[in-house]
Antibody, heavy 121, light 111 residues
Framework: EVQLVESGGGLVQPGGSLRLSCAAS????????MHWVRQAPGKGLVWVSR????????TYADSVKGRFTISRDNTKNTLYLQMNSLRAEDTAVYYC??????????????WGQGTMVTVSS | QPVLTQSSSASASLGSSVKLTCTLS???????IAWHQQQPGKAPRFLMK???????NKGSGVPDRFSGSSSGADRYLTISNLQSEDEADYYC?????????FGTGTKVTVL
């Protein structure tokens, strides 16, 4: 079964750090672009970051640039999101997603179940 | 960067059809978009991608009731024979070299 499973969410104080993980199974992880997408409570979907299949290209939304780092370990079939200098506005459910189309891996065809990140004192 | 515009809500009766619209911003009318469904309390689910030509490719297990089409800068998602489980938020998605964007979502209510 093709599957993405996120972990690592939780409660963190403003200014703190957290690392999210996304374990992939059921497909050849090393051949796909991968993404992080977040959704604040009661709000819509917002793209956060993407990484290409071999990890050589990374792109970020302006709202997280310089604070978040996306990475992957193709030997472990795992995607990561290192989140530093966290702010209250980073509070959201974080989803990992597989990208399928075009040069930049658009059209996310597999989504994880999400992991909740709460930034609060 | 592209911007996607969606109506905030739509409603239709059980067993009828509803057509959702996602409009691409000026200069981006040829872009491919994807449609995603998010049922209450669940993760998003990929439904299909729709090209400017009107051709569409559905995800695995997506019922035949769901179809896509296109006209100019508009991309459509049509749900036929509406079922109670179709009550959900529907988001369109597109991308370019610098970013990926989502529409604000359309909440579909089944009457």
């Amino acid at each position: 079964e093709v599957q993405l499973v996120e972990s690592g969410g939780g409660l963190v104080q403003p200014g703190g750090s957290l690392r999210l993980s996304c374990a992939a199974s059921g497909f050849t992880f090393s051949t796909y672009w991968m993404h992080w997408v977040r959704q604040a409570p009661g709000k819509g979907l917002v793209w956060v970051s993407r990484i290409n299949s071999d990890g050589s290209s990374r792109t970020y939304a302006d709202s997280v640039k310089g604070r978040f780092t996306i990475s992957r370990d193709n030997t472990k079939n795992t995607l990561y999101l290192q989140m530093n200098s966290l702010r209250a506005e980073d509070t959201a459910v974080y989803y990992c997603a597989r990208g399928t189309t075009g040069t930049y891996g658009g059209a996310f065809d597999i989504w994880g179940q999400g992991t909740m990140v709460t930034v609060s004192s | 960067q592209p911007v996607l515009t969606q109506s905030s809500s739509a409603s239709a009766s059980l067993g009828s059809s509803v057509k959702l619209t996602c409009t691409l911003s000026s200069g981006h009318s040829t872009y491919i978009i994807a449609w995603h469904q998010q049922q209450p309390g669940k993760a998003p689910r990929f439904l299909m991608k729709v090209e400017g030509s009107g051709s569409y490719n559905k995800g695995s297990g997506v019922p035949d009731r769901f179809s896509g089409s296109s006209s100019g800068a508009d991309r459509y998602l049509t749900i036929s024979n509406l079922q109670s489980e179709d009550e959900a938020d529907y988001y369109c998605e597109t991308w370019d070299s610098n970013t990926h964007v989502f529409g604000t979502g359309t909440k579909v209510t089944v009457l």
